[in-house]
């Protein structure tokens, strides 16, 4: 299948900084890339629709200026939290859909972030 | 709001024997369903996907079951391995832009336990 890859794979922060998660697709183009938030022990929760060369689609509840969403080109989105409070700290994960494989989503290995 | 659920949220079986594991959903909207597998600190694994047009679709090892009479979905998991040990999660796509374009809504994921 599709490789997704996501940068770190963990980080820890002190509250009040910004931190930059990226999401690569590997081996296809994705003109659109999907972000999730996880608490332990809970499921994924969608929190925006990362679109290449237009602004991202947030769902309701999650605050556009604190997770910034760049989707620069064709195989790189970014997730910045910015300001980060302890209670930022989750598991945060991309995905990505490749054409070639139809509707079947590709998920990075997650980014842990830990805000002290 | 609408959501996708599961009833069980822990499950314990004997290696070698069955697994079902169960989902239901409420969006009759919903076109696409994905199981996914998610090993601790990992992002989730793509198992086996259905259609809605669709009531039955079987993989290796694996068989996802659609009831949509009843808004159920299913995974079956034939002759257990310790490696199945995992949180699965059904996940929906009812298609609010179309074309693959949507992130997904994901049930609140069932922790599979392989018992020696």
């Known amino acids: 299948g599709a490789v997704v890859s996501q940068h770190p794979s963990w980080v820890i922060c002190k509250s009040g900084t910004s931190v930059k998660i990226e999401c690569r697709s590997l081996d296809f183009q994705a003109t659109t890339m999907f972000w999730y938030r996880q608490f332990p022990k809970q499921s994924l929760m969608l929190m925006a629709t990362s679109n290449e060369g237009s602004k991202a689609t947030y769902e309701q509840g999650v605050e556009k200026d604190k997770f910034l969403i760049n989707h620069a080109s064709l195989t790189l989105s970014t997730l910045t939290v910015t300001s980060a409070h302890p209670e930022d700290s989750s598991f945060y994960i991309c995905?990505?859909?490749?054409?070639?494989?139809?509707?079947?989503?590709?998920f990075g290995q997650g980014t842990r972030l830990t805000v002290v | 709001g609408e959501s996708v659920g599961l009833h069980l949220p822990t499950l314990s079986v004997q290696e070698g024997d069955n697994s079902i594991i169960n989902c239901a959903y409420s969006?009759?909207?919903?076109?696409?369903f994905i199981w996914y597998k998610q090993e601790s600190g990992k992002g989730p694994q793509f198992i086996i996907d259905?259609?809605?047009?669709?009531d039955k679709r079987q993989g290796q090892r694996v068989t996802v079951l659609l009831n949509k009479t009843v808004k159920h979905l299913s995974l079956q998991i034939a002759a257990t391995q310790p490696g199945d040990s995992a949180v699965y999660f059904c996940?929906?796509?009812?298609?609010?832009?179309?074309?693959?374009?949507?992130?997904?809504?994901f049930g609140k994921g069932t922790h599979l336990i392989i018992q020696p």
């Open positions: 995905s990505a859909r490749d054409p070639g494989w139809g509707t079947e989503a590709f």
């Open positions: 996940a929906e796509d009812y298609g609010r832009a179309g074309g693959g374009a949507d992130g997904l809504t």
């Open positions: 259905i259609r809605s047009n669709m």
């Open positions: 969006n009759s909207a919903s076109d696409y």
